[in-house]
Every structure is written in C-alpha cells, then in structure tokens.
C-alpha cells in the first residue's frame, strides 16, 4: 500500500503533529518511519528523565494524541489514516519507559513495539477493530506500548 499524504500535512500544524513531523508522509511503511523518528525525541528529551516525569509526558502525549489523530482523522475523512503516526510516537515511548540506557536497547524496544503494533494480538486486534475516533486510532498503540513495555521489562529482568 502506497501512503498518499494530503498536503495539509505541509500546512496545518495539527496534521503535520498527527503525521509524526512529516514522518508518516512516507511512501511506504509510514508506521515504521513514524517510530523511527519517534527514536531521536526519546533520546535527546525523554531517556534522562525521572521516572515520574517521563510518566507525565506518556499521559500529555497520549491526551494530545487523542485530539491530534482525531481531529486529523476526520479532517482527511478517513479513519486512521496510515500516514497519522502520533500514535507510534507514543506507543514506542511507553515501551521505552524504565528501559536501561543503550542502543541495544533501544533497538529492541523498537523491534517489540513493531511487532505488537503490527501482529496486533488480543486485545489489540479487537480495539483496532471497535474502538474509533481518536481516542481508539491512540488506543491500540497503547496496549501494543505496554505490552512491549512489559516484554522489554522482563527481558531486562529475566535475561539480560
């Protein structure tokens, strides 16, 4: 599938925040551009805040994302458009919560959270499919967030 992004992306700052800074503006795999460049915010402003303070961004960001791929969302008239990737930005940002510092790191967080935001188990899977509006477009990447938070987690724990 071969993502169109309307030019309001370019324009309108709300669009071009739902569309990841212009990431989700990519041809192909815009998911995956999305979480890429969710990757550098998480280095240069998220990784070396307290626990509590990075929790507080997770849940603006999550409110905001609600608005954002909403208003977004109904403005192009399609529902969770593929280009819209505030939701990934999010997603891999809860992933990333409590995570040791390092590139290793960081790249499995990367590799979970695609994986659970792509395969979509239960009950990701049912909230993609009957939850809408902006509040379900967030939704899904949230659980697939917290999910690969807890497999991360335990991997940290368990294995490294």
């Known amino acids: ?7 309001s992306v370019w324009r309108n700052p709300i669009h071009f925040l739902a ?43 999550s409110l905001v994302g609600i608005y954002l791929c909403g208003k977004t969302s109904k403005d192009m008239g399609v529902h969770d458009h593929a280009g819209i990737v505030w939701d990934e930005f999010v997603g891999f940002w809860i992933t990333m919560w409590l995570a040791p510092a390092g590139w290793f790191y960081i790249v499995l967080g990367f590799v979970l959270f695609r994986l659970f ?35 991360l987690q335990a991997l940290v724990k368990f294995v490294f």
């Not at 599938?1 to 030019?7: D, E």
């Not at 503006?25 to 303070?53: C, R």
């Open 1 to 7: 599938m071969v993502n169109s992004a309307p030019a």
């Open 117 to 151: 935001d792509i395969l979509k188990p239960w009950p990701i899977s049912w909230v993609d499919k009957n939850v809408h509006g902006g509040f379900g477009i967030m939704l899904d990447d949230i659980l697939a967030g917290i999910m690969s938070f807890v497999v």
């Open 19 to 61: 569309f990841g800074l212009g990431s989700g503006a990519a041809p192909k795999a815009p998911g995956t551009f999305g979480t890429l460049a969710a990757v550098p915010l998480f280095i240069w402003f998220l990784q070396d805040l307290t626990a509590t303070a990075y929790f507080i961004v997770l849940v603006v960001t």
